[in-house]
């Protein structure tokens, strides 16, 4: 069987995933003039047959039965009558309230409605494994979806087996999509007659229960400072590293499939879909983007710190993109502002980190002689730290753009002060980059000191400082610092060698 109006799945932030008319077609169009008398008898009486077929109440078959697990071709007939007395009642209250037809059909709509809200519940309840985030989002990638019931050729089908005509899609995205159609009819249907509030209790109820499980499988929970203050380093560690994954995660499918299937099940309703959306994952959201807030807050200031923020920085940069679109909503507009909280909150946590590491360099009172003038443990840890924020190259630009330019330093003079260039460049990443290897400098001229030998002294220094263009040179501080510093201090450091 062919598939009919396919729709790609895309986001937009101003109108649902999924766009068209997907409800189930009904049988009736409302006449210009109107219905007559024995036409609505007639539609009114098709109703009632079907609508007590499947009352909970008076049939114990119906009790125990999905309607749309038992018979596809039952339950498009049932959603198609409910349709055609929805449209008797609009056009005979129009005519006469008190009309016995619109009581009858009001009384078969309550009991039709009370049916919907059932298997509304069964199939998100009985396909909780199929309706995931993760099973949503990763057949959403990668298929399109028909467009509605009316779509399928009924005849040509007695029994309703869609399996056979979705020959493109594995039979657990089958499930899925079937599902996610069922839903979508339900949801129209009783929408469409005045039963949104039922229907989105239901729905909140349950998906809501869903995300919330889900993050707290990925170890997501509400943090305090204080708690986090007092956690042991490698605990820390582990909760960041968990951190990291949930949000790779939670991007990819948690919330990202929520979004897909809340779109998809409630298309004919953008305020519907938006408060649904909002209620079910505002909670979860806030509390995954709010943790590096608090971390960045630890007062822990050890200068290795700094990568645990860059990393966070660096996780909810690159998922900004999916961020604003997934969360467009207004109303849930917190999540987005928690998340540009976050890197706020980190951006200045970097950059006092940064100044704590400037400082330790300037306080370093180690009296340590490397034997034969050679590379110093300052020296190899200051690089290894710079070259490990080089790979952060534009995360750091991003925190550092509006960060004023270094003060002009306060160091002493040294005899090859020139090596480092103190004026100001284009990019404030620079001349902050700049600064640090300045302070290094600097501290390699005081220790440079304890040697006795003046040939040893040179030979110290032009090691080290060679070791610095070195470790520039291969590693990503070459983009950071231009070529251009680089050839200009390689000719500085060899006039310094040849002076020895």
């Given amino acids: 069987m062919p598939q009919k109006g396919m729709r790609s799945l895309c986001f937009n932030p101003e109108t649902p995933?999924?766009?068209?008319?997907?409800s189930p077609s009904s049988?009736?169009?409302?006449?210009?003039?109107?219905?007559?008398?024995?036409?609505?008898?007639?539609?009114?009486?098709?109703?009632?047959?079907?609508?007590?077929?499947?009352?909970?109440?008076?049939?114990?078959?119906?009790?125990?039965?999905?309607?749309?697990?038992?018979?596809?071709?039952?339950?498009?007939?049932?959603?198609?009558?409910?349709?055609?007395?929805?449209?008797?009642?609009?056009?005979?209250?129009?005519?006469?309230?008190g009309s016995k037809n619109l009581i009858r059909a009001q009384s078969l709509m309550q009991i039709a409605m009370k049916r919907l809200q059932k298997?509304?519940?069964?199939?998100?309840?009985?396909?909780?494994?199929h309706l995931d985030p993760e099973s949503v989002s990763t057949r959403s990638?990668?298929?399109?979806?028909?467009?509605?019931?009316?779509?399928?050729?009924?005849?040509?089908?007695?029994?309703?087996?869609?399996?056979?005509?979705?020959?493109?899609?594995?039979?657990?995205?089958?499930?899925?999509?079937?599902?996610?159609?069922?839903?979508?009819?339900?949801?129209?249907?009783?929408?469409?007659?005045?039963?949104?509030?039922?229907?989105?209790?239901?729905?909140?109820?349950?998906?809501?229960?869903?995300?919330?499980?889900?993050?707290?499988?990925?170890?997501?929970?509400?943090?305090?400072?204080?708690?986090?203050?007092?956690?042991?380093?490698?605990v820390?560690?582990?909760?960041?590293?968990?951190?990291?994954?949930a949000m790779k995660i939670s991007m990819r499918t948690l919330f990202t499939g929520e979004r897909i299937l809340c779109d998809f099940v409630f298309s004919s309703s953008n305020s519907i879909r938006e408060s649904c959306f909002s209620e079910i994952t505002k909670e979860g959201a806030v509390l995954l983007f709010e943790f590096p807030e608090v971390v960045a807050k630890v007062k822990k200031s050890s200068p290795e710190r700094i990568f645990q923020?860059?990393?966070?920085?660096?996780?909810?940069?690159?998922?900004?993109?999916?961020i604003k679109t997934i969360f467009s909503f207004e109303?849930?507009?917190?999540?987005?502002?928690?998340?540009?909280?976050?890197?706020?909150?980190?951006?200045?946590?970097?950059?006092?980190?940064?100044?704590?590491?400037?400082?330790?360099?300037?306080k370093d009172s180690s009296k340590t002689i490397v034997p034969g003038g050679g590379i110093h443990p300052l020296t190899i840890y200051s690089m290894n730290y710079l070259t490990a924020l080089a790979d952060y190259g534009n995360i750091l630009t991003d925190i550092i753009s509006d960060w004023p330019p270094p003060a002009k330093s306060s160091l002493p003079e040294i005899s090859f002060y020139s090596l480092v260039s103190n004026e100001s460049s284009a990019a404030p990443i620079s001349d902050h980059i700049s600064q640090l290897i300045l302070v290094i400098v600097c501290k390699l001229d005081s220790k440079a000191k304890y040697y006795k030998d003046v040939a040893v002294l040179y030979l110290f220094l032009a090691n080290n400082l060679q070791y610095v263009i070195s470790?520039?040179?291969?590693?990503?501080?070459?983009?950071?610092?231009?070529?251009?510093?680089?050839?200009?201090h390689k000719v500085k450091i060899t006039k310094i060698i040849l002076n020895l």
């Avoid at 019931?149 to 040509?156: H, M, N, V």
């Avoid at 849930?332 to 951006?347: F, K, T, V």
């Fill in 17 to 22: 995933l999924f766009q068209g008319s997907m």
């Fill in 27 to 97: 049988s009736i169009t409302s006449p210009a003039s109107g219905f007559s008398e024995s036409m609505i008898e007639q539609i009114i009486d098709t109703a009632a047959i079907i609508v007590a077929k499947w009352d909970g109440e008076t049939s114990s078959y119906a009790k125990v039965t999905s309607m749309f697990y038992e018979s596809k071709r039952e339950a498009v007939h049932f959603i198609r009558s409910v349709n055609d007395l929805r449209k008797i009642m609009h056009f005979v209250s129009g005519q006469d309230s």
């Fill in 119 to 129: 298997e509304f519940y069964q199939i998100l309840s009985m396909n909780r494994a």
């Fill in 141 to 234: 990638s990668r298929t399109s979806t028909q467009s509605s019931f009316s779509d399928y050729d009924y005849d040509a089908s007695p029994d309703y087996e869609i399996g056979a005509a979705k020959e493109s899609i594995s039979e657990v995205e089958e499930v899925s999509f079937m599902a996610m159609s069922d839903l979508k009819s339900i949801a129209d249907c009783m929408i469409s007659s005045g039963y949104a509030k039922e229907c989105v209790q239901i729905y909140n109820m349950i998906r809501k229960s869903i995300i919330n499980e889900g993050i707290y499988k990925l170890g997501i929970e509400k943090v305090s400072l204080s708690k986090i203050n007092k956690m042991e380093s490698g």
């Fill in 236 to 245: 820390l560690n582990l909760k960041i590293k968990d951190w990291l994954e």
């Fill in 309 to 322: 923020l860059l990393g966070m920085y660096t996780a909810i940069s690159d998922n900004w993109p999916e």
């Fill in 331 to 362: 109303s849930i507009s917190a999540s987005r502002s928690q998340a540009l909280n976050s890197m706020a909150r980190l951006s200045e946590s970097v950059r006092l980190l940064l100044l704590d590491f400037e400082s330790m360099i300037q």
């Fill in 471 to 488: 470790r520039i040179h291969k590693s990503n501080l070459h983009s950071l610092l231009s070529t251009e510093w680089i050839t200009k």
